[in-house]
């Protein structure tokens, strides 16, 4: 009847308005608490250095110093903001559909299975690598940002002497170092994504011709093995997504070591055990049995 059909649309109409909320909440709370602890990241940081020894300045650039500040806690935010939520979002959907698929057929869900550890494997593998990569890319950006802010600093200096075109070789042979190393980072990522896309193709085709066996065999009913093929895809899609997830989170993990390199940096003159603190200075000085003269020949 038409009335069960208008009773149906509403229904979906209220169900498709509450999950667009939960969409707008997830996406809105998830940046809110990634920005709020970068925040509060970067500034203990920054308080952390400013409290460093003069030792520390002379051995790091400013330029590497800011790029920790800014471009390596941007990449940190990942970790908390997109990755995280993703990951274990996705989870749940692949735990929901492999209930799911359970309960159609057991044997084609034992066979659709199969393929995880390779998954694993994959995430695994180049994860490792995307950390690695990602951490000289790092270094490698914070080695450039302090030439390059050192000769921006000194460019009175390179006018003088007419050492611009000496500089922009200079400058070239640090952006295509960085360059090379970013290609290396993308190289690897764009690695792990096609090996995840072609093991769910491959998974899809044996479940097809698993699934065709088992129909030709009386065990399965003809409309079970498109309908759990149009599940498996939909099984795979977090699973992708988790794979992709996983080098941004690699990424991620490997900015957040070089801050807390920082953070393990102490300064060289401690407070010593027990001292007292200082009260509130009333802005003069008083001298108490000092005296000065000169050494007579």
Not at 101 to 129: H, I
């Amino acid at each position: 009847p038409w009335g069960h059909i208008n009773i149906l649309v509403v229904t979906l109409m209220v169900m498709y308005a509450v999950w667009g909320l939960s969409l707008y909440l997830r996406t809105y709370l998830a940046q809110l608490a990634g920005h709020r602890v970068i925040l509060d990241l970067r500034t203990d940081l920054y308080q952390h250095i400013t409290r460093l020894s003069h030792s520390f300045f002379q051995t790091h650039q400013s330029g590497g110093i800011v790029s920790r500040l800014m471009s390596d806690i941007a990449l940190a935010q990942n970790f908390v903001g997109s990755a995280m939520t993703a990951i274990w979002m996705d989870l749940v959907t692949c735990v929901f559909y492999i209930v799911l698929l359970f309960s159609m057929d057991r044997p084609l869900a034992l066979a659709s299975l199969l393929v995880f550890p390779f998954y694993l494997a994959a995430m695994k593998t180049y994860g490792r690598a995307a950390k690695r990569t990602t951490k000289e890319v790092q270094e490698a950006l914070e080695e450039f940002s302090g030439d390059v802010q050192e000769r921006v600093a000194g460019i009175q200096v390179v006018k003088s002497f007419a050492a611009e075109r000496r500089e922009s070789k200079s400058f070239f042979h640090g952006a295509r170092g960085l360059y090379d190393l970013t290609m290396r980072s993308v190289k690897i990522s764009a690695l792990s994504q096609a090996l995840t896309q072609w093991l769910t193709q491959m998974a899809t085709l044996g479940i097809l011709w698993y699934g065709g066996y088992r129909v030709l065999n009386g065990q399965t009913s003809p409309g079970t093995v498109p309908a759990f093929i149009l599940l498996l895809r939909e099984l795979y899609m977090p699973m992708n997504r988790i794979s992709e997830m996983n080098t941004v989170l690699q990424n991620s993990l490997a900015a957040i070591d070089r801050v807390f390199e920082i953070f393990d940096i102490q300064p060289d003159v401690q407070e010593k055990p027990g001292a007292q603190k200082l009260g509130r200075l009333k802005g003069r000085i008083t001298f108490v049995k000092v005296t000065f003269g000169y050494e007579e020949n």
